[in-house]
């Protein structure tokens, strides 16, 4: 019996140096979440339409440019509408080869006849809400990283609300909410197109261009001061890159963006430059010429981004690309700041109240079960030590709802013992010794207790699951509490009655 002790002392002494050592300093090891910090919260809407009419430009361009390569007759490739195209004039005689084209290239795509040689192309339904789902996701991840640049610790990024296309971004701790809005809504989409023609003033002053030319290129501007002809597809894209960084134009002497490629990128880069030298380069950021320099040689691998930055504009422009383009523009729906003093003021209440409660009750459990009481007392200490411990070690975010959940946590506690002690007392009102009423009471409450908490982890877990941000560590605080309150109320509680009893060899009352 006493090794037995012993051991579950040692054990017990162990664990309490150990989230002694996870929790020191609090200031370092507990994340406070944006409301205790102060930070910037954004309710964002991703414009998925933007994704399905790229992909609809793009599949028309590329279904034309299939369909000339195999010398399918047709007069044009329109677009109707998001998903939906219309070929027109297709040679029916060859209709079999674009049938085997189409499930072979585009099979997520059905095509039907329009009327006449007129054949209807169209994005399957199902499809689309796919593809809708994936913008929000790789939006997701494409704002995740352009934050970690930012350098802001433990932002919260996750979808929200019902409509499925809300992003919910909290930056704890970061105060300048234009810089941060400016760099999470860049589309930065960069391309590299040939120009066809350009610049010029008005952009009804260009060049005619044969027909064969007419349906492959597009005017773009420069601000609003020029106007370029370019192709239409872009032969290098920001899915080329490899890095991207802030420089210096040794030339003008001020700041520009120089970037690498990977290496299929290089390859095109190659033979693109390669094949149009002494012709223009344009360089096109989110739909905008940035600059067209003239093509002096063949370019591998490295370019650069000219135009009048200054330094920060450089580093951001280089942040955003480096972080990836994103699928589609971002429109803002909410926006609230919290200052660091609220922060610091809602850490003082819910300290305050905290400590207020946890007096209360402590006051209370020794003056209602006596000496017994301070079992209670030292078990639900513990208990507030393990939630502690346990949020440092998984790095959880302690908002002011999850301070709730520590109050919570508190009354959840003593309930356990108070259930035990209660049928410690109804045993030996029934004549038991206080040993076998100890034993007894533990032994038959401990279904009861992990019943209870079970069912209050079921609600956790459910508020967990589907609610966001304040809700989340509402339930994250309270779900480990309630794991932590069962192993203090059966073991600590346990081991303490023990320890005390243990000692003595006749034990004719219990203080309880």
Known sequence: MKRNLRLKAILLLGLLAGLVFLVNPPSEKIVLGLDLQGGIHLVLRVETDDAVRVMTDETAELLAERLDNEAIDFSDVRVDAFGALTIEDLDDDRLGEVRDIVAFSWPEWDLQTAGGDDWSFRLR???????????????????????????????VITTHGVTGDQILVQLPGYEDVERAKEIIQATAQLELRLVQGGPVLDETLLPPLNSSLQNL??????????????????????????????????QTNTPNVEFSLHADGASRMRDFTGANVGRQMAIVLDGEVVSAPVIQSAIYDQGQITGNFTVQEALDLALVLRAGALPASLEYQEQRTVGPSLGADSIRSGITASLAGLAGVLLFIIFYYRLSGINAVVALLMNLLILMGAMAYFAATLTLPGIAGVILTIGLGVDANVLIFERIKEEMRAGKPPRTAISVGFSRVFLTIVDANMTSLVAAAILFQFGTGPVQGFAVTLSIGLISNVFTAMFVSRFLFDWVLGSRRQVAALSI
Do not use: C
């Open 125 to 155: 339904a199902a499809e689309e809400v796919v593809l809708r789902d994936q913008t929000v996701v790789q939006a997701m991840e494409t704002i995740r990283r352009r934050v970690d640049e930012l350098g802001v610790a433990e932002p």
């Open 217 to 250: 290129t597009t005017v773009l501007p420069t601000g609003a001061t020029a106007w370029y002809q370019v192709n239409r597809v872009a032969s290098i894209t920001g899915r080329d890159l490899r890095n991207a960084r802030q420089g210096i134009d040794f």
